[in-house]
């Protein structure tokens, strides 16, 4: 499936590179992350969405990237997102259309800050879809 006009320039804006560890919060049938899996080369990629509705669809719509084990997708919203045990944090994280995160619910955005906090590695990158298409999200991790 193409992207659509609108997520192919986000995805050209992204800071991609090879071996990149990149959460997706919020992404749907998971086009943007399936399109991000050939330019990350042996990196890894997970989606996630807090409809189990948009995760199924991404996975029927993903059976390559997932045997590939370099793509993931979880239900759960950002306000409660954690790392698995064991889990390698993230260099860059993408939100595109997230109310927890582009001011729309200002509550849940208050909850899903720390969460980004702890899953981003130090000196990694947060994108917020903010109509510029992107805006760097700062996270003072000190």
Aim: contains cysteine; neutral net charge.
């Amino acid at each position: 499936m193409a992207l659509s006009p609108r997520l192919a320039d986000i995805l050209a804006a992204l800071p991609l590179m090879p071996g990149m560890r990149v959460l997706e919060v919020g992404c749907g049938p998971g086009a943007l992350a399936r399109a991000m899996v050939p330019l990350i080369g042996n990196g890894f990629v997970l989606g996630l969405d807090r409809s189990a509705t948009a995760i199924a669809q991404a996975r029927a719509g993903s059976p390559d990237e997932l045997a590939s084990a370099r793509l993931q997708f979880r239900v759960g919203a950002i306000e409660d997102f954690s790392l698995a045990a064991g889990e390698t944090p993230f260099d860059l994280i993408v939100a595109i259309r997230v109310g927890a995160l582009d001011g729309r619910h200002p509550a849940a955005g208050a909850r899903a800050i720390p969460r980004l906090r702890a899953a981003l590695r130090p000196g990694g990158t947060v994108l917020i879809d903010g109509g510029n298409p992107l805006q760097v999200l700062p996270l003072d991790q000190g």
